[in-house]
């Protein structure tokens, strides 16, 4: 091959060791070239995705184990391309990658305030969760950027709960810090997304500007019959409430796992068990759905109205 080509290829590698979590060297593979055209495809689809407000919000509730009411709801991307929906676990990254996270992620907050605004204000014990990535984080007026778009919309802050994961502790970055904070004194609430799966210090967690805590779908996942012994759960969720934090365990998909988290006292639950996330126009009959499905659980009457 000829010098040009020669450095191509080297410099197709050298984007592949950095994906991989830079820090080493890769072999340069011919899959390699192909992983880089679709990866630079799905961005540019996603550009013009954004562009052309084609990126569409999905909803799914979250149950209260206490009360058995469904209490919240979290507001999801969702990206259909040429009539397939694209896993999130594709886009966003791509979106983190490109920067276009920022302007997804005001999207999703500003649809989910105007469009869940209804249904918030005939009760001030609900909530709408919204994901944030350390890349919107990081622009230094996202707290007021927040606030603002509740305030336009009419939306009480308490209500707003703000769902991150740990990875934007790993740095110890003091802004990203009081950015959090600042909202927590306007009533914003904060999750720490996806629990479990991180590498920070569980010393940690007790500074942390956090409010509840997700456990991942992979702890969960570990109840098949509902008679094992997980003292993992035990003691996250121990854990969790020793720090005064509420405990969320999200992806639920049988009445095993629901019972076993229940009996560990986990205080809200999300998963398909109850509804997958559904567009606006199909919100009420997901919440109807998933308050069965909770009072069936606890052996409660159906509820006849939300």
């Known amino acids: 091959m000829d010098a040009s080509e020669l450095l191509r290829r080297a410099d197709v590698a050298m984007y592949a060791a950095k994906t991989a979590g830079k820090n080493r060297y890769m072999r340069f593979q011919p899959e390699m070239m192909k ?9 540019a689809g996603l550009r013009l995705a954004v562009d052309s407000g084609q990126i569409a919000v999905h909803y799914q509730p979250i149950v209260c184990a206490g009360s058995g009411t469904v209490t919240k709801v979290e507001a999801l991307a969702r990206w259909i391309r040429d009539g397939a929906l694209v896993p999130p676990s594709q886009f966003i990254p791509a979106a983190e990658r490109s920067g276009l996270i920022v302007e997804i992620g005001t999207e999703v907050l500003l649809r989910g305030c105007t469009e869940l605004k209804p249904w918030l204000e005939e009760d001030s014990s609900r909530s709408l969760a919204v994901n944030v ?9 996202f707290a007021e950027l927040v606030l603002a778009v509740t305030e336009s919309c009419g939306v009480d802050p308490r209500q707003l709960v703000l769902e991150v994961t740990e990875s934007v502790f790993f740095e110890d970055d003091c802004h990203i810090i009081q950015q959090l904070m600042s909202l927590r004194t306007a009533g914003v609430r904060v999750a720490l997304d996806d629990f479990g ?8 967690l007790q500074d942390l500007p956090v409010d509840t805590l997700k456990i991942d779908r992979s ?3 570990m109840i098949n019959t509902g008679t094992e012994q997980l003292p993992i759960l035990n003691a996250m969720i121990g854990m969790a409430h020793g720090l ?18 229940m009996n560990l006292d986990c ?3 999300q998963g398909f068990l109850f509804s997958n996330p559904q567009p606006e126009a199909a919100l009420q009959p997901a919440l109807d759905r998933a308050a069965r499905a909770i009072a069936a659980l606890r052996g409660d009457r159906v509820p006849g109205n939300l």
């Open 35 to 43: 992983a880089l055209v679709d990866r630079n495809d799905l961005e």
């Open 133 to 141: 990535s350390g890349v919107q984080l990081q622009h230094g007026d």
């Open 197 to 204: 799966t991180g590498f920070s210090s569980l010393g940690r």
């Open 219 to 221: 702890f969960v996942s």
């Open 244 to 261: 005064g934090l509420t405990v969320t365990a999200e992806g639920v998909e049988t009445a095993a796992q629901a019972d076993y988290l």
């Open 267 to 269: 205080d809200s639950l």
